[in-house]
C-alpha cells in the first residue's frame, strides 16, 4: 500500500502538524490512513486502545485519521530521564533505560520491531504517512538509524522534505540537507514543503525555484504560518517556551512550574483555551505571585530530580505557604507524588537509588516501582463531576489522606488523596481538564465563571482547519502520486 515519509531540515519545522493535517485531509477523502513515527523522543505520551503507550503527536494524528491510537504508530519511544539517558519503550512496554551513546548500539536490534509494526499498519491501510525525528542531515547518526533515511531506505519509502522559513536560512537548510546526504538516500527524496511562510508568497517565489535548482527537488508546497495550531496539543516542552497568550478576560490565575522532567504537559491545553483562566508558566528564578488561585503540578518523568529541581529554586516554600494561606494546590501524577511526605526509588527506576522528601501537603508516600500503569480511567472527582482520562504512572502510593480520595473510578476503585483542610489535591489519572464537565467544576470551585469551551469539539474543529489549510497550499492528488 501507499506510504510517503515527511522528514524535515530540523526540529521543530511542523512536521507532526503537517502529518497530522495530512491524515485528516486524505481521511475525509476516504482514505483508510495510518500515522507512522518509527522512533519519537518526548515525555508527552498517551495510552493507546490496545494497553501501551505512543508519543502524544502520534495519537492526535490518529485522532486526525479518524482511527484508535496503536502501539505501532510510534514503536519506539524514547522518554528522557536526565541530560544523557532516557526509558525505552518498544511497542507500548518499557524495555529498559539506557545512556545515549548506549542505545545508538541498540538501534539496530530495534529495526524488527519497527518494519514489523510499519507492515501491520500497511496491512489495514490504504495510506500510511511517516513522520521522521529531528533532522534528515544528522548524517553523523546515520548508522543504525530507525528514525528518518534509516527507515525510508530499508522500508522503501519515498520523502518529502520539510523546511521552516520562520527561523531563517531556509534555503541553505534544504540546499545544505541535500548535500551531506548519502546519494542512496537523496534518491528517496521526492520533492519539499516550505512551511510557517508569513508574507507574501510572490515574495518566495524565486526562493522556491533557487532550492529547486540547486537540489532537482520539486517544490511541493508553501505553506503559510497556522494560528490555530496553539489549539492542538503540541509534541514536545518546545512549546511551553513560548510568549504567554494575552488574556485580558481572565480572572483566575493558574501557577505552574515547568519542571526540568516535565511529562503530559498537554494537561495544560484545555486551561489555556479558556479566556477566563491565565495559566503562568513559572521557571527557574521566577516567585510565586501572592494572588495565584491554584498551584498546578503536572507529571514528571523524574520525580524525585524534578523535586530537587524545585526546591533548587526555591519555589517549594513559595507552595507550602500559598497552602498555609488557604491556596489550592492540586498535584497530577508525579506532581501528586511531589506533594506527598516522601518519594522512594529503592532501584533506581529514575536515577540513583534513594529516597527525597516530599512537600509534606499530603499525608502520603510513594514507593516507585518497575510495574507501569497504562490504562483509561473515568469516574467522578471529590468536586462531584464526572471525568474521563488515563493513568500512565509507576509506583505505588499510600497514607493517611487516601482515605479521602480524590476520585472513584468507574468500578468503584478510589484515586489519589485530598487533605484534611481539603485545600490539597492529588490525582494519578491525566486528561482531567480535557472533559468539559469536570474542567467546568473547577472553574466554578475556582470563581472564573462558566466553561466557555467545548475542548474536544475544538480540537476536531481545529484539525478540520488545518487539513482545509494544506488542501489550499499543497497539492494533495501530487502527494498521492508520490505515495508508493
Known sequence: MPSLMFQGTGSDVGKSLLVAGFCRAFANRGLKVRPFKPQNMSNNAAVTADGGEIGRAQALQARAARVAPSVHMNPVLLKPQSETGAQI?????????AKAAVYQGMKKNLIPAVLGSFSRLISEADLVLVEGAGSASEVNLRVNDIANMGF???????????????????????????????????????????????????????????????????????????????????EDALALEGPPVSKPAARVRIAVPILPHISNFDDLDPLDAEPALEVLRLRPGDVLPPDTDLVLLIGSKATRADLTALKQWGLDHDIIAHARRGGRVLGLCGGYQILGERVEDPLGLEGPPGGTEGLGLLKVRTRLSPDKRLEAVSGHSCLGAP????????????????????????????????????????????GLFADDAQRAAWLALLGAGPTQVSYEAQVDETLDALAAHLARHVDLDRLLSLAR
Request: hydrophobic share 40%; proline share 7%.
Open 89 to 97: 519503550v518498544v511497542q507500548g512496554r518499557v524495555v529498559g533505560s
Open 387 to 430: 471525568f474521563s482520562g488515563y493513568e500512565m504512572h509507576m509506583g505505588e502510593t499510600t497514607g493517611p489522606d487516601r482515605a479521602r480520595p480524590f476520585a472513584t473510578f468507574t468500578g468503584g476503585a478510589p484515586d489519589g488523596a485530598v487533605s484534611a483542610s481539603g485545600l490539597v489535591m492529588g490525582t494519578y489519572a491525566h
Open 152 to 234: 525510508a531506505r530499508a522500508a522503501n519509502v519515498p520523502v518529502v522534505l520539510i523546511g521552516d522559513i520562520n527561523r531563517g536560512g531556509v534555503i541553505a537548510s534544504v540546499v545544505g540537507t541535500k548535500t551531506v546526504l548519502h546519494p542512496e538516500d537523496e534518491a528517496l527524496v521526492s520533492g519539499f514543503i516550505i512551511n510557517k511562510f508569513r508574507g507574501d508568497p510572490n515574495l518566495f517565489r524565486e526562493g522556491l525555484e533557487i532550492i529547486t535548482r540547486h537540489t532537482g527537488w520539486p517544490a511541493l508546497g508553501l505553506v503559510p504560518h497556522f494560528p490555530e495550531a496553539i489549539r492542538l496539543p503540541a
